[in-house]
């Protein structure tokens, strides 16, 4: 599941359906499991989106 938490500067995500494309500029900043944080998948064409090799 690609949610922000796991996200890093420069990584690539990609959606398998349409083809678009997303490069993270810059980390989330919530903590893992925390309440504040975040807790929906990056998503496109109803799918989850997946990170592109390099």
Do not use: F, H, Q, R
Request: hydrophobic letters at 30%.
């Amino acid at each position: 599941m690609a949610n922000c938490c796991d996200m890093k500067e420069g990584d690539l995500y990609v959606c398998n359906s349409c083809g678009l494309e997303l490069e993270v500029k810059k980390a989330c900043g919530c903590k893992p499991g925390s309440a504040d944080a975040c807790n929906v998948p990056l998503m496109c064409c109803g799918k989850e989106m997946s990170k592109k090799s390099t």
